[in-house]
């Protein structure tokens, strides 16, 4: 076993584990935090896709030690009091999401292009920047239509760097 | 995935330290290859050393007439280091290529270089470009660095530093990503210093990265893409499997090869 200590969504969690698990897993087991989720494990699909130290990264794809001092933020951290982040709103009003397995993915993997590449996003950014996250439902398209619309939206919100 | 022990050493000398003394250890970078092979089995070190918090092993810096980049950097910071798109712009777009925006927040350039998978990009680079791969122990020109698939030069407990790159007058690189995983299916750098011109192939070749010499031969004569007119890649020795067949990836050499000329004359 080995100590390791993290912020994850504001709150400092320190927690022995075992050297093997996976962030993930620390946050999905240990922190009760199931919003992040595992679609293929093999660091293909981006349904895993957390913050760490601001930076989008597959979860599934990182010991939770390597993350030892680091600022985690899941899709959790996103909303405040109620009220949903820009981009969690135009998954919704734009029908982004089917199943919405990977939609927790997509939405942090879509605030971290708006923190890299501005407000204004066109579509080939967008599909280009997507590359690591698979949708088995949508076909995309209302994805890149609310991935676009988060993005203008976020311009005018405090919300817009995640929480970090 | 099996247990193993985890080390977190914060100099070049503590690591090096660990991976003498401890038994079956292995150096963890970005883990982007290395926790995956651990997950399917493939890989089961009982000691692992976690390079992260060795701040000595990041960053880029220009020296001279080369940028020298720290083993432990990532491609998301080479991509976007405004010293390499100034100095050696065709190597911060092959970072930017590699995978997806997630892989490139982790994955670093030693971590590749020492892996040598026959489909990365940066062992293209290297060799084109005619790099110095830096280790704790020595210096190892990048022609006797990659050795055939997933091989290298590097002995036991030997860890990459950092890798210089020579500033090439003209450099490019172009890929055929494999649609799925956006490794190459073949890639090919050019770089032309001087009067020389190094070619090398990627994602192509049965044992890994290789120079290819008619074309070298045809560029230094005139540098530009209608010099390749003519000139085929050979089918033998290289690659063959679902994604394609050796006949195929030797037909798409010569594309990337000409349209990486293109891109490093401006075209
Ligand atoms: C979904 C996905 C897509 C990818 N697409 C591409 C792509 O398009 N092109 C491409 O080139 N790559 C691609 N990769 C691979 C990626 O670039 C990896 O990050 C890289 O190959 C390994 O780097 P790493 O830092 O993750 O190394 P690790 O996985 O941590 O280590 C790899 C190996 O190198 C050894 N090692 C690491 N650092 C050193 C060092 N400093 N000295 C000596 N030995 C060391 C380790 O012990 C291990 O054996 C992809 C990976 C994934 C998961
Ligand atoms: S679960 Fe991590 S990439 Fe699919
Ligand atoms: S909505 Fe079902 S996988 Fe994307």
Redo the contacts with the bound molecule.
């Keep these: 076993m080995a100590a390791v200590s993290m912020t994850v969504n504001g709150h400092s969690v320190t927690a022995d584990i075992d050297p093997r698990t996976l962030l993930v897993q620390f946050i999905r087991d240990n922190q009760r935090l199931t919003g992040t989720h595992v679609g293929c494990d093999t660091?293909?699909c981006g349904a895993c896709v957390v913050h760490v130290d601001g930076k989008a990264v597959k979860s599934c794809?990182l010991l939770a030690l390597q993350c030892d001092g680091s600022n985690v933020t899941t899709i959790e951290g996103l909303a405040a009091g109620g009220v949903l982040h820009p981009m969690q709103e135009a998954f919704r009003e734009h029908h982004g999401l089917q199943c919405g397995f990977c939609t927790p993915g997509m939405i942090m993997s879509a605030v971290d292009i708006v923190n890299r590449k501005g407000n204004n996003l066109d579509e080939h950014t967008i599909r280009e920047e997507l590359e690591?996250n698979i949708c088995r439902c949508t076909g995309y398209h209302n994805i890149v239509k609310a991935v676009e619309a988060g993005a203008k939206a976020m311009a005018g919100s405090s919300m817009k760097r995640a929480a970090e | 995935m099996y247990a193993f022990t985890y080390h977190r050493p914060e100099t070049i000398r503590q690591a090096a330290g660990l991976l003498s003394r401890k038994e079956d250890a292995?150096?963890?970078?970005?883990?982007?290859?290395?926790?995956?092979t651990m997950k399917q089995r493939l890989?089961s070190p009982g000691n692992v050393v976690d390079?992260g918090k060795v701040a000595e092993?990041k960053g880029i810096e220009r020296k001279g007439r080369a940028v020298v980049i720290g083993?432990?950097t990532t491609?998301a910071d080479v991509a976007g280091s405004p010293i390499v798109q100034e100095a050696i712009p065709g190597l911060a777009a092959l970072a930017g290529?590699?995978?997806?925006p997630h892989?490139r927040n982790?994955?670093?350039i030693?971590?590749?270089v020492?892996?040598n998978?026959p489909?990365?990009?940066?062992p293209a680079a290297c060799l084109a470009m005619g790099a110095t791969i830096i280790?704790n122990k020595r210096k190892i020109a990048a022609d006797d660095f990659f050795q055939g698939m997933f091989d290298t030069a590097?002995e036991e407990g030997?860890?990459?530093?950092r890798i210089s790159f020579p500033m090439p007058g003209k450099a490019a690189y172009m890929k055929f990503?494999n649609p799925a995983?956006?490794?190459?299916l073949v890639g090919v750098c050019v770089a032309k210093r001087g009067s020389e011109v190094r070619v090398a192939v990627t994602g192509a070749g049965a044992s890994g990265v290789f120079r290819w010499a008619e074309a070298e031969a045809a560029l230094a004569k005139r540098f530009s893409s209608k010099s390749l007119d003519g000139v085929k890649a050979k089918a033998a020795g290289l690659n063959a499997d679902i994604h394609a067949d050796a006949e195929y990836r030797a037909h798409l050499i010569g594309v990337m090869a000409r349209r990486a000329v293109d891109a490093a004359v401006g075209k």
């Design positions: 660091s293909q794809t690591g | 292995k150096l963890l970078a970005g883990g982007h290859t290395l926790l995956p890989a390079l092993m083993a432990m491609h290529n590699i995978g997806d892989v982790r994955g670093t030693g971590g590749s020492a892996n998978d489909a990365a990009d940066y280790t590097l030997e860890i990459i530093t990503p995983s956006r490794y190459a």
